[in-house]
């Protein structure tokens, strides 16, 4: 199993590190590690193989053997385990009185809000998309979610200008996570025929 960092956290943490100085970059890096510590636990309990785990701002990404074909119970087990292991740090900091724990708490729940909203390939959408698919055909076409994730970004990105400067890495991970979504949307057909020649293979 492979463990990296994504280059544009490189970026963000400078950002964070002029904006709230060193413990803000020490506690957001500690709390995305907790979060991808979450989905690894799932993953392990549901007999997924991880190949890969990259830290990203908003949480991480792993790359796990043939997701598609695991139930889905543990596809959504899998997308929730980020946001439990962060709400546990949450209510530990909550009651658990410490020096920096308003801030824990204050980067926590930003860290929840922004893993549970209903859009690609965060969190909630994740376990969205495994709830909304069918069964018996895990494989189908996500351009409806995907462009339903990009207006969404694009609109609170601009909604966000308007709190400038307090709102710059919200806006940052805006147009990272649009970015992301229309990389996938411009290559979903070969990622369709690429799962129709897999599911021909195992028949």
């Given at each position: 199993?492979?463990?990296?960092?994504?280059?544009?956290?490189?970026p963000?943490?400078?950002?964070?590190?002029?904006?709230?100085?060193?413990?803000?970059?020490?506690i957001?890096?500690?709390?995305?590690?907790?979060?991808?510590?979450?989905?690894?636990?799932?993953?392990?309990?549901?007999?997924?193989?991880?190949?890969?785990?990259?830290?990203?701002?908003?949480?991480?990404?792993?790359?796990?053997?043939?997701?598609?074909?695991?139930?889905?119970?543990?596809?959504v087990?899998?997308?929730?385990?980020?946001?439990?292991?962060?709400?546990?740090?949450?209510?530990?900091?909550?009651?658990?009185?410490?020096?920096?724990?308003?801030?824990?708490?204050?980067?926590?729940?930003?860290?929840?809000?922004?893993?549970?909203?209903?859009?690609?390939?965060?969190?909630?959408?994740?376990?969205?998309?495994?709830?909304?698919?069918?069964?018996?055909?895990?494989?189908?076409?996500?351009?409806?979610?995907?462009?339903?994730?990009?207006?969404?970004?694009?609109?609170?990105?601009?909604?966000?200008?308007?709190?400038?400067?307090?709102?710059?890495?919200?806006?940052?991970?805006?147009?990272?996570?649009?970015?992301?979504?229309?990389?996938?949307?411009?290559?979903?057909?070969?990622?369709?025929?690429?799962?129709?020649?897999?599911?021909?293979?195992?028949?």
């Amino acid at each position: 199993m492979r463990f990296r960092l994504h280059p544009i956290l490189l970026p963000v943490f400078i950002l964070l590190a002029v904006m709230g100085g060193l413990a803000a970059y020490a506690i957001v890096f500690g709390s995305l590690l907790i979060h991808e510590a979450g989905h690894l636990a799932a993953a392990k309990a549901n007999r997924m193989r991880v190949r890969s785990i990259t830290i990203l701002p908003y949480g991480g990404e792993l790359e796990i053997a043939g997701r598609a074909d695991h139930t889905r119970r543990a596809r959504v087990l899998l997308a929730l385990g980020g946001p439990i292991a962060t709400a546990v740090l949450l209510v530990v900091a909550m009651t658990v009185p410490f020096p920096g724990s308003f801030e824990v708490v204050r980067i926590q729940l930003l860290i929840l809000f922004v893993n549970l909203l209903p859009i690609l390939p965060l969190d909630g959408g994740q376990a969205l998309l495994a709830l909304a698919e069918r069964e018996e055909s895990r494989y189908f076409d996500h351009t409806a979610f995907l462009l339903f994730s990009i207006a969404f970004l694009i609109v609170g990105a601009a909604m966000l200008v308007t709190g400038l400067p307090e709102t710059a890495l919200l806006i940052s991970l805006a147009v990272f996570l649009c970015l992301q979504n229309i990389s996938v949307f411009r290559f979903r057909r070969y990622r369709r025929i690429y799962e129709q020649l897999k599911r021909k293979d195992l028949t």
